[in-house]
């Protein structure tokens, strides 16, 4: 069965610093793997998503994440933080899609 | 396109009422979905479909009723509704050919159920 663990509930960064939030799967194959951001009381907004190829993936709004297959995971990094990134972030897996539980950021000036 | 839409934004219902969660797309997407998202638990899929006629259940489908009599609408039937049952819930579509293609999602109908 395929299931997504996002360690951290709530991280909180401070404007301009970097940023990089976890997650770890369980999948049986080669995964299919995305990052989604929810601002408040929005819908999901597609990041970035890996399906092969190159580990090191580039998306959205100054997004990236690695694909590590030995560590299980395709954790997400930005390198300066702006308000605007303060959203819950979830990492989803496999198709049908398997959410983790997000992880809440908090941006403060 | 208007992408994926869904009435209506909120809902309160009594314990025991029915109603329907509407859910449409514009997109000519084969492939939708019902999430629901409680806080702590990310999004769990309640029932999902691949083409008109064709539905099958997610992970937490007990409560929930779908059909897809047509392409663009997938709507969500709560026969009784329960307390367990509020929450938000979203409607997403992608093309079917190949699950590699981007999920779109709806913006949501929040639901209470007292």
């Known amino acids: 069965a395929q299931s997504v663990t996002q360690p951290d509930i709530h991280i909180t960064v401070s404007e301009g610093a970097s940023l990089e939030l976890r997650c770890n799967y369980s999948y049986g194959a080669t995964p299919y793997l995305f990052w989604y951001v929810q601002s408040p009381g929005q819908g999901l907004q597609l990041l970035l998503k890996y399906f092969s190829g190159d580990t090191l993936v580039q998306g959205i709004k100054g997004f990236e994440a690695e694909f590590k297959r030995s560590q299980s995971s395709f954790n997400l990094r930005k390198p300066s933080v702006h308000w605007s990134d303060a959203a819950e972030y979830f990492c989803?897996?496999?198709?049908?899609?398997?959410f983790g539980a997000g992880t809440t950021v908090t941006v403060r000036a | 396109n208007a992408g994926v839409t869904q009435t209506p934004k909120f809902q309160v219902l009594k314990t025991g009422q029915s109603m329907t969660l509407q859910c449409a797309q514009d997109?000519?997407?084969?492939?939708m979905s019902w999430y629901r998202q409680d806080p702590g638990m990310g999004l769990r899929l309640i029932h999902y479909?691949?083409?008109?006629?064709?539905?099958d259940q997610g992970e937490v489908p007990n409560g929930y009723n779908v059909s897809r009599s047509t392409t663009e609408d997938f709507p969500l039937r709560l026969l009784s509704a329960a307390p367990s049952q509020t929450s938000v819930y979203f409607c997403a579509s992608r093309r079917l050919a190949g699950s590699t293609d981007t999920q779109y999602f709806g913006p949501g109908t929040r639901l209470t159920v007292l």
């Open positions: 989803a897996v496999g198709d049908p899609l398997s």
């Open positions: 479909s691949v083409g008109a006629g064709i539905t």
């Open positions: 997109m000519n997407h084969e492939y």
